[in-house]
């Protein structure tokens, strides 16, 4: 059956600093379907998305919406010609109703005033026509992360939108939710509206889509119509051949004293049941999917969140709820959101360093030792190779790569025994990733031990003892010998059984 | 998700709830408390702040401050004793040209705080010296050059500060521009603009708000507000005074606090016009009812004081026990 | 490249005191550059000076404290009741002292607990307390003066002379000098500038962020408390309406200084820059005969131009620095 074409785009190209993000990539999407965008991480696909929603413009290429060609230089041009977006942050207001944030900035009205019934009756025709769980008048402050994603919907579609593209809708809701959501894109693209579903959970894209566009490396990597979506096809589209087995570790199972021992780690609603041992100098990965609830449980075993029951024994003892206390004892922790929790912007490098070693660094308890803190960081900042080498320069100034450096630098130069790193390099070049993976091994060598948290397969297989694979808050498999490939890793995190 | 109607602005009650509980405390232990014309004085004196409190609730309802409100009160009321005193202008004209120069001030504040791009807090706080100092300049003095109080002799204006039998005028026109503010706040586009705005600004400019224009009004609103509220004074007093309306920024934004605006980020649901005017009579009828029953006029600033402290609570304590519930329903 | 912004307007800073001191030498010869006067500016700067230092602390880590107006009130007034009460005596006066730091200290911790643990905005908190604290003034005082001319030590503290210098400007190079160290030199300053410049990371890093707040808003209590022991020392009175306003001036010192409230960035030497240029130009524009409202419109409008300046040097090493702008938000 042919369908007719919503959305064409052909030939795009998207260069940043040189970079060509985008090569001469094709797309198109059809009315009335649910289409996939897969790729890595860097593969290009919310370049793709941003070109297509206004953020960016694009380099060259043509778009074309029904046939006839278009310009999308801002998000008004995106909206007029009928393209909303979901994200996973969502932009809601949290003190006006439902109805109010659906229509806000287009509201119906008279001379000014607001015609109040009309507003309700628009929204909740929508609302019943769709099948929502929410009401007209329900006030977004109330609403869960699921209802407040309707709501986002809900905005797309009081615009008749006719293409409706979702962020990794699923990442933070529980089943039922996420079973609520499917029913609804059911519904949607009955209605003929098409949706742009963008998502590393594959076990939902071959559920869900018509069709999957896979990209990688910024350029087109294959289509597959639903008959052909076949696991493994798609994932050897998405990685190539190129990853077979060559840049991973040989992986060996944990031995050694037990510095870590979770025992049915739970948090209702965010992980369960987690029991694992982290042995001492092993560097154990962390893979899964985002929303899977691996930072969630560092945070909790570091003491930043709190847990409902579980236990955590620590060098033979109970872990301390208290920050301060598990830092006293020799655990490190590295946190996913760099620029956020990482550092303090305005402050030297040096001063950063200290924030975590002022019990090295200090004259009698109460005065902070100058001198040695000058040493200590001047120590850091040439060991770890952070450009440009000087102390008092203030991090904010600092590209990604160094600023993580000096995240990564002060915990290592206290000593940490045990170190939770969560997504270390997330942002950050590829020469400092290399330093930091060395870094980070020479340590283990010396015994320190490192929980690994990261969304990128790759790096774990290239750092990490042994994998653990995290899957909707609970451990589903584990990766003790041998050396597993990205294609294991990918179809672990996403709970599909590779035959 | 649980359907009930949900009862909005259930903070405004507090306020309500803590004036019935002083009114019969005052009423037990005063005699005087109690009267209609007792009840009529609370109000007349309460307007001039009510007004000023309506004008402030538009600009907090979209997550600024004012604090120069006071400020812009005294200049205005010096503005108009200038212009009918030097200038001998009818009073018609007078309130005229008042009223836009409270526009312009309302403009000269959002201008600053957008050029400045620094908080309202500070901004107003500058501007606040400004127009007091703008106030001085323009106030009458006398051979030594020392600032004097020059009486009003203009009947025409000198009625405004008067009513029809026991209702004053500047009682009604409270009543009304209160009115007026909450028909635009809950029912027209600019109040759900303002609304939006203070809820979370970077959504609400995502959805296609013009956050310059929508504050820019607020301001201007207030700035109006200020020159009604500063005609009204005037005429009341009869002269403007170097310490005109000195402090009245306080107690407006006090009004608009304990009218219910939470301050988990100024602008919200709940603040509005009509919060405004319970939080002023809130205030005066604690002023009132402390004189009354002799006791010393101290304890007036310090109930003021915990008065707000246990308003800024109520709105954690809500905050706090809505997240738990929130969390329960998980 | 290290940023030399600070040092950049450090250096900048003794240039503008030199400046002005220049230009009112030569606006006023006879009156500005008289002991006497000297003596005058600097009395008024240490009163300043001293909640300036002590409100440096909660404005870098989350906003103003506009209680110390109200804080000046009831200690002065706690002070000078107790001497009474104490028949004058010098043990009255320890007394006195004492019971007024407590009762500062209280209200400052009661600060630092709800705007940390209830997530308010400093300036409503403390405005609030403002109000209890004057009444509570009023109270102590019972609305009138209290007149307190003994013992002589209370003489020597507020009108007593060291080489020629007033001992309340001592009292304020020492408070400066201690609270300099604490802020630049010890571990709980450098804390401070942690909490201020990114809470969660601070957190995180096993700071503890409620007794750093608690502690820095108890150092501003404090400090208002002992300007306002200060003040009845020099006045030898309480007043039912002593500091009011002082709030305003101290804040107009802060943000001359180049603090900006609640993000860890200024120095204490900015803080105290600001105290001596606003005391400059407090006397200054009085020995000019500029009307008091003339005065106040020039430091309103002081306020925006240092702050317009300040931001647009910080704009100017930041595009410096940053070379191409990123595109930092992409809604």
């Given amino acids: 059956m042919e369908q007719s074409i919503f959305l064409k785009a052909e030939q795009i190209v998207k260069e940043f600093s040189g970079v060509r993000v985008l090569d001469q990539v094709n797309f198109e999407i059809r009315k009335g379907e649910v289409h996939s965008l897969l790729g890595e991480n860097g593969a290009g696909k919310s370049t793709l998305i941003k070109i297509i929603t206004g953020v960016y413009r694009k380099d060259s290429g043509t778009l074309a919406i029904n046939g006839v060609p278009v310009e999308i230089n801002n998000r008004q041009d995106s909206i007029k010609n009928g393209i909303a977006v979901v994200y996973q942050e969502f932009s809601l207001m949290p003190t006006l109703t439902v109805a109010q944030n659906v229509l806000v900035g287009c509201e119906p009205s008279r001379f000014g005033f607001l015609d109040k ?154 992980y369960e049941g987690l029991s694992f041992d982290v042995h001492k100098g092993e560097i154990l990965g962390i893979a899964g999917l985002v929303g899977s609830g691996r930072t969630e449980m560092l945070r909790g075993i570091f003491g930043v969140d709190p ?109 940490s025994r045990l170190l939770l790193v969560d997504e270390p390099t997330v942002g950050v070049d590829i020469g400092a990733k290399e330093e930091i993976y060395t870094i980070m091994e020479k340590y283990a060598r010396d015994g320190v031990t490192i929980v690994l948290v990261s969304s990128d397969n790759q790096e774990l297989l290239r750092v990490s003892t042994r994998i653990l694979v995290f899957s909707k808050g609970r451990i589903v498999k584990e990766f003790d010998k041998g050396r597993p490939t990205q294609k294991d890793l990918m179809f672990a995190t996403s709970n599909l059984d590779q035959e | 998700m649980k359907k009930r109607i949900r009862i909005k602005n259930y903070k405004i009650f507090i306020p309500m709830v803590m004036m019935l509980l002083m009114g019969m405390f005052f009423s037990t232990r005063s005699d005087f408390f109690l009267s209609g014309s007792n009840f009529i004085n609370i109000l007349r004196e309460a307007s001039v702040t009510g007004i000023v409190a309506c004008g402030l609730s538009f600009v907090m309802m979209a997550g600024d401050v004012d604090l120069s409100t006071g400020a812009v009160v005294g200049f205005l009321g010096m503005l108009s004793a200038n212009f009918m005193i030097r200038f001998g202008l009818p009073v018609i004209l007078v309130i005229l040209l008042v009223f836009i120069a409270g526009i312009l001030c309302g403009i000269f504040n959002f201008f600053i705080i957008e050029k400045l791009g620094l908080s309202a807090f500070i901004c107003t706080i500058a501007t606040k010296n400004i127009f007091r100092g703008l106030q001085l300049v323009i106030a009458f003095r006398d051979n030594y050059n020392e600032v004097t109080t020059v009486s009003l002799k203009n009947p025409g204006f000198l009625m405004l500060g008067k009513g029809i039998g026991s209702l004053y005028y500047v009682t009604i026109a409270f009543v009304v521009l209160v009115v007026v503010s909450l028909v635009i706040q809950k029912k027209t586009k600019l109040g759900l603009h303002l609304l939006a705005l203070g809820s979370n600004r970077g959504a609400a400019v995502m959805s296609g708000i013009n956050a310059k224009k929508t504050r820019l009004t607020a301001f201007c609103i207030s700035g109006a507000m200020c020159a009604v509220a500063s005609i009204f004074l005037v005429s009341r007093v009869g002269a403007a005074t170097a310490e005109l309306a000195t402090g009245l920024e306080f107690d407006a934004m006090a009004s608009v606090i304990i009218g219910g605006a939470a301050m988990m980020g100024i602008g919200s649901g709940d603040t509005s016009a009509l919060g405004g005017m319970v939080g002023a009579l809130f205030l005066e009828m604690l002023i009132n009812g402390i004189y009354k029953i002799n006791m010393p006029a101290a304890y007036q600033i310090v109930f003021k004081g915990l008065a707000l402290i246990v308003m800024i609570l109520v709105d954690a304590l809500f905050v706090f026990l809505k997240g738990r519930r929130a969390k329960a329903a998980q | 490249m290290a940023i030399k912004k600070s040092t950049l307007l450090g250096n900048g800073r003794i240039l503008v005191l030199l400046i002005l001191f220049v230009l009112l030498t030569a606006a006023c010869p006879t009156s500005f550059l008289k002991s006497s006067n000297f003596a005058s500016i600097l009395l008024n700067v240490s009163l300043y000076g001293i909640m300036t230092c002590g409100m440096t602390f909660t404005a870098l880590i989350s906003g103003p404290d506009l209680s110390v107006g109200g804080m000046v009130c009831l200690s002065s007034a706690i002070f000078v009741r107790t001497i009474i009460a ?173 603090i900006v409230m609640g993000t860890g960035i200024g120095t204490m030497s900015g803080a105290l820059y600001g105290a001596f240029f606003i005391g400059i130009l407090n006397n200054g524009m009085r020995l000019l005969g500029i009307p008091s409202h003339y005065q106040t419109l020039i430091k309103g409008l002081l306020v925006i131009i240092a702050v317009a300046f300040d931001i647009y040097t910080t704009n100017k090493s930041m595009r410096k620095k940053k070379g191409a702008a990123a595109p930092a938000k992409n809604i």
């Avoid at chain 1, 305005?346 to 000058?374: C, H, Q």
């Avoid at chain 1, 000087?390 to 450096?405: E, R």
């Avoid at chain 3, 309340?168 to 802020?183: D, G, S």
């Avoid at chain 3, 096993?206 to 020392?233: D, F, Q």
């Fill in chain 3, 86 to 258: 104490w028949d004058y005596s010098m043990s009255g006066v320890l007394c006195g002292f004492l019971l007024a730091v407590v009762v500062a200290a209280c209200f400052g911790v009661m600060h630092g607990i709800i705007i940390h643990y209830f997530n308010m905005p400093s300036f409503l908190v403390t405005l609030s307390s403002q109000y209890i604290l004057f009444g509570a003034g009023q109270l102590v005082t019972g609305s009138k003066i209290l007149m307190c001319t003994k013992p002589d030590f209370i003489l020597f503290l507020g009108n007593g002379n060291l080489f020629g210098i007033a001992i309340p400007v001592y009292v304020f190079l020492c408070i400066a000098l201690v609270l300099y160290i604490v802020l630049n030199k010890t571990i709980f300053g450098n804390k401070v500038y942690a909490v201020g410049g990114n809470k969660k990371a601070s957190a995180l890093c096993g700071i503890s962020v409620p007794r750093i707040t608690v502690a820095s808003y108890a150092i501003s209590s404090v400090c208002a408390c002992l300007s306002g022991i200060m003040l009845a020392a020099i006045n030898q009175q309480a007043t039912p309406v002593a500091g009011t306003g002082y709030e305003g001036e101290v804040l107009l010192c802060i943000v001359m200084g180049g």
């Fill in chain 1, 117 to 270: 019934k009309r507003m309700k009756a628009h929204v909740q025709g929508l609302i019943e026509e769709y099948g929502f769980s929410l009401h007209a008048d329900d006030l977004v402050a109330d609403l869960g992360i699921a209802e407040c994603q309707m709501v986002e919907i809900l905005k797309a579609l009081s615009f008749n939108a006719e293409l409706v593209i979702m962020d990794e809708p699923t990442s933070a809701l529980s089943v039922k939710e996420s079973e609520a959501l499917f029913a609804i894109i059911r519904n949607l693209r009955a209605k003929g509206v098409s949706i742009l579903y963008i998502s590393h959970r594959l076990d939902e894209v071959y559920m869900l889509s018509d069709r999957i566009t896979v990209l990688r490396d910024g350029k087109n990597a294959d289509v597959f119509d639903k008959e052909q979506i076949e696991p493994a096809a798609v994932v050897h589209a998405m990685i190539g051949k190129a990853f077979e087995s060559d840049d991973s570790r040989e992986l060996k199972p944990g031995r050694g004293d037990k510095v870590l021992e979770v025992r049915g780690l739970t948090k209702k609603g965010v």
């Fill in chain 1, 307 to 415: 847990y409902d029951s579980g236990t955590v024994m620590y060098n033979g003892r109970k872990i301390s709820r208290n920050i301060y206390k598990n830092i006293r004892s020799g655990i490190g922790f590295i946190t996913e959101d760099r620029r956020g929790e990482g550092f303090v912007p305005f402050r030297s490098i040096e001063m950063n360093l200290a924030m975590v070693n002022y019990d090295a660094l200090n004259k009698g308890r109460v005065f902070f030792d100058k001198a040695k803190s000058r040493r200590f960081s001047g120590d850091v900042v040439s060991k770890m190779n952070i450009k440009p080498p000087d102390p008092n320069v203030k991090v904010t100034f600092l590209s990604g790569g160094n600023q993580q450096k000096v995240v990564v630098g002060k915990w290592l130069f206290r000593g």
